[in-house]
């Protein structure tokens, strides 16, 4: 019997994690080098006074039968994580309203909550319906978006069917464009509610947000898909798939930092790795390296990357940061019948972000975030990265404490926040997501997805150098856990047949 193909996977965030225990699964060498202190990446975890807080992450989806997680952990023979379905998956608050925009699992009760919101607006919602249901199908088959090869080509082609068609005379048109089509490009209240679900999801607004995309981001909340809350928090979800893993061979080294992918003749080598406890400088060859990182930390490490990919990605518009801030409070500060994720807008005129709008995750009791009679609450606003870098350390902290005095106050507004309801308070900005993730200024999300980088035109799980692979949020179908373990599976599929006929 030959010898195991060597695959190294930079990065054990949850793309990393899925592809190297399905690669272990199917008989491969993996070993993943992560450089953080914990896996999971930005869906891992941290505790402080004996609360459990979600870093970036807060809700999951695919969990139902069928979907992505329920089919990655059967094929790992494991149990996925006990987790609850949000109903509402969130409640949007506009400026100045009291009555929340609630976003409902249930088909029927979502048709009517945007009647009564969005009188005259029921074509938009069912396009959108129609779109999604063509694109699940689609994605479903399992497509290779964008193909780089004929291979790549054929399963793109056998992915396609009749319905697929559907979606065609909309591939180049954004959401801003649908809703100018159906007469509803000055409803404000609309398209503003749509702005902040897409800035979510996509990274980009109304304006820019492929429609194709957005239709899928829009409708995944409901039933029979969703979105979930997993027990305990979402580290349970990557410490599933490390024992996979494990239970296949696969081996995880956590701070270790690869400093360099090696290549020569449009090929993989090797990887420089440092053993960031010891020091140990050391090269690791391998017949596959598979990045869970940004598209930009790839080129930056991968020697002789071709020119034309790197200046594709230097041109790519700046993704976001992120300011958040972890509360362990006392039960008093949630209002009664909370949901479990709420979306504050404050000002109509104001930028979504630099505390304009907040996107707020909260505990439930029993969920294993915090004791009887605590909760977590988790908030977070979009920020430009730019903001936080090169700048004094006293300028840096005047910054941060700015925004935590702004959040606290615009969470005030709804939660009873005091300082006899609030036990912990803890703040992150891009330089924190940057120090533990290693994220190029310590971005958040992915690729925004524009016209131009969604579907056929994004970013590929294959790259330019031969058995050099791309997962996690850069790739289609985009950001997420959903999205990224949807990269991984691309990127295994890819490997599979590539070692087949090898």
């Known amino acids: 019997m030959g010898k195991k193909p060597q695959v190294i996977v930079i990065g054990a ?6 592809a190297g225990a399905l690669l272990a699964r199917y008989n491969y060498d993996v070993t993943i080098y992560d450089q953080a202190i914990a896996p999971g990446g930005c869906a891992s975890t941290f505790t402080r ?31 996925l994580p006990s987790a609850t379905e949000c109903d509402p998956a969130c409640a949007v608050f506009l400026p100045q ?26 074509k938009f919602w069912a396009l959108l319906k129609i779109l999604f249901q063509a694109s699940w199908q689609f994605q479903s088959r399992d497509p290779i978006l964008p193909p780089r090869n004929l291979w790549d080509l054929s399963q793109l082609i056998q992915a396609l069917r009749l319905d697929t068609f559907i979606t065609a005379p909309f591939t180049l048109m954004t959401v801003a464009d649908a809703l100018r089509l159906f007469g509803l490009g000055n409803d404000k209240r609309l398209k503003t509610f749509l702005d902040m679900q897409l800035k979510l999801y996509s990274q980009v607004d109304t304006e820019e947000t492929a429609l194709l995309y957005a239709a899928t981001a829009l409708s995944v909340s409901q039933s029979p898909q969703g979105l979930y809350h997993l027990h305990g928090s979402m580290q349970v979800l990557s410490d599933r798939l490390l024992s996979a893993l ?18 020569e003749k449009g090929k993989i080598t090797a990887i420089t790795i440092k053993n960031l406890k010891t020091g140990e400088i050391k090269e690791e060859k391998a017949h596959h390296i598979i990045g869970n990182v940004t598209v930009n930390n790839l080129v930056s490490m991968t020697a002789k990357m071709p020119v034309t990919y790197s200046q594709r990605i230097q041109k790519l518009p700046p993704a ?18 909370c949901p479990l994720h709420l979306q504050f807008l404050y000002d109509y005129n104001g930028e979504i972000g630099e505390i304009n709008s907040l996107f707020v995750s909260v505990s439930k009791q029993g969920d294993g ?13 979009f920020t430009d990265v730019n903001h936080w870098w090169n700048i004094s350390l006293e300028d840096y902290e005047a910054l941060k404490q700015d925004y935590t005095y702004k959040a606290i106050a615009r969470l005030g507004e709804y939660f009873n926040l005091n300082s006899e309801t609030i036990i912990h308070q803890e703040t992150a900005t891009p330089v924190t997501f940057f120090k533990y993730t290693a994220r190029e200024k ?31 949020d850069s790739t289609h179908p985009g950001e997420g856990t959903a999205g990224v373990s949807y990269s991984a599976l691309t990127v295994v599929k890819q490997i599979k047949n590539f070692n087949s006929l090898s």
């Not at 494990?246 to 290549?263: A, D, F, N, P, S």
């Not at 009887?372 to 908030?379: C, F, L, S």
């Open 369 to 381: 975030r915090a004791s009887e009679g605590k909760a977590t609450i988790i908030a977070s606003s």
């Open 13 to 18: 965030g949850i793309g990393g994690l899925t």
């Open 97 to 122: 309203e009291k009555q929340p925009i609630m976003v409902w699992r249930n088909p029927a009760k979502w048709r009517l909550e945007t009647e009564k919101q969005f009188p005259h607006s029921g």
């Open 49 to 79: 006074k004996g609360f459990i807080f979600d870093v970036g992450a807060t809700q999951v989806a695919g969990f139902e039968e069928g979907g992505i997680h329920h089919r990655i952990f059967y094929e790992l023979d494991i149990d």
């Open 246 to 263: 494990e239970k296949y061979g696969g081996k995880l080294y956590m701070r270790h930092l690869v400093q360099k992918i090696h290549t």
């Open 442 to 472: 310590g971005i958040v999300g992915g690729v925004g997805q524009r016209i131009s980088t969604f579907g056929p035109f994004g970013i590929a799980t294959r790259t330019p150098i031969e058995n050099l692979w791309l997962v996690g």
């Open 320 to 337: 976001s940061g992120a300011f958040v801030i972890y509360l362990g409070v006392y039960i008093t500060a949630i209002p009664e019948n």
